[in-house]
């Protein structure tokens, strides 16, 4: 029986909706890379929403296009873990050349008269890397047991190491943290750095999901998702291992994730729920995207990308950004509809003059 057709997003004039339809109900990601042969690889998990289905449900996902995104391959099943649900996550290229994506293996979020129950909880953080451009991944291997909620963003910086930022679960009580996990040798060892905890009490407080970038002096920025009203920052010295006491930025925000890159031009483009957009409840249901030529101390005017059309429950969140040429930027991210049980994992495409 074939799906019920998702309407479309509303979207920039100078934004273009690029990527395959996907006939499964819930697909989630979209992280993007070009392969050395000039393909772009598209990664997404599904098929359906992963809480309360049989362990090995879920999977990753993956497609090329040999066309600049205008037609695309054929599914192809790359991740999968019978004992859990198992996805998809950022991709990042190494200095060797091999592609790494950093994925989620969930098994159930319980949570009893407000508190986690910290033996059910579980949601690991797995790697896995690919020799041969995302046909085949190999060596995957658990990089943090315990529970976390989304793979969101990955860095190689200069001098290397692989960085992984994710918040996880913390007890007494139940709340997240935010926190990087790192490697120097390639994947070898990897080492858990320093909690950034703000407190808080609840399955969606504290600090969540954050993103990273390595500034020009050295420094590394984190980002983090609160439910303050706008994001936290931090600043690490030594690769993500350590980091300075969380101060708050001026860019305003839901409680919903953003992400970030350095671009050729050597800007930083940004796209995010920019609060305000909306006057819903939810406040996820616009995606809005700005430039820096100051290493993130001010922002261009957000020129907003993508809007949810649904009356009810609008949601376009959970981006990733990735600059396939030089000034054009593939966004990939989450269209939910009604609820997470509909979802669809989409793309789109826009060029750095646009947000000038």
Not at 336 to 344: D, L
Request: with cysteine.
């Amino acid at each position: 029986m074939a799906l019920e057709k998702m309407p479309d997003v509303w979207h920039h004039e100078q934004v273009e909706i690029c990527g395959p339809d996907i006939d499964h109900p819930c697909t989630t990601g979209g992280a993007t890379i070009r392969r050395k042969d000039g393909r772009i690889l598209l990664l997404y998990s599904g098929p359906v929403n992963p809480h309360g289905k049989a362990p090995g449900t879920c999977r990753g996902y993956a497609r090329t296009s040999a066309d600049e995104c205008r037609t695309w391959s054929e599914e192809r099943e790359i991740i999968h873990h019978p004992e859990c649900q198992a996805g998809t996550g950022p991709l990042v290229r190494d200095h060797d050349g091999v592609l790494w994506t950093f994925y989620i293996g969930f098994y159930a979020s319980v949570w009893s008269d407000g508190q986690p129950d910290m033996e059910q909880s579980r949601s690991d953080m797995w790697a896995a890397r690919s020799f041969d451009e995302g046909e085949t991944w190999v060596d995957n291997q658990m990089i943090f047991r315990g529970y976390t909620g989304a793979s969101n963003d990955a860095k190689v910086s200069t001098s290397g190491h692989l960085i992984v930022p994710f918040s996880y679960l913390v007890p007494d009580p139940g709340r997240l943290v935010s926190v990087c996990v790192v490697s120097g040798d390639g994947g070898a060892t990897w080492q858990l750095g320093e909690a950034i905890d703000i407190g808080q009490h609840g399955d969606h407080a504290g600090a969540l999901e954050p993103v990273v970038m390595e500034l020009r002096d050295g420094r590394l920025w984190m980002l983090i998702r609160t439910n303050l009203g706008h994001f936290l920052q931090a600043f690490s010295e030594d690769n993500g291992l350590t980091w300075s006491e969380p101060t708050p930025t001026q860019i305003v925000s839901p409680s919903a994730p953003c992400h970030i890159i350095r671009l050729t031009s050597g800007r930083l483009a940004i796209i995010w729920n920019n609060f305000g957009e909306t006057s819903t409840d939810v406040r996820r249901s616009a995606l809005s995207m700005a430039l820096s030529e100051d290493e993130g101390r001010s922002w261009t005017e957000p020129v907003v990308c993508v809007r949810a059309l649904e009356q009810e429950y609008p949601q376009v969140s959970y981006p990733f950004l990735y600059e396939a040429n030089p000034g054009e930027m593939l966004v990939g991210f989450n269209h939910v509809m009604r609820s997470w049980n509909r979802v669809q994992a989409k793309l789109f495409r826009i060029r750095e003059k646009t947000l000038l």
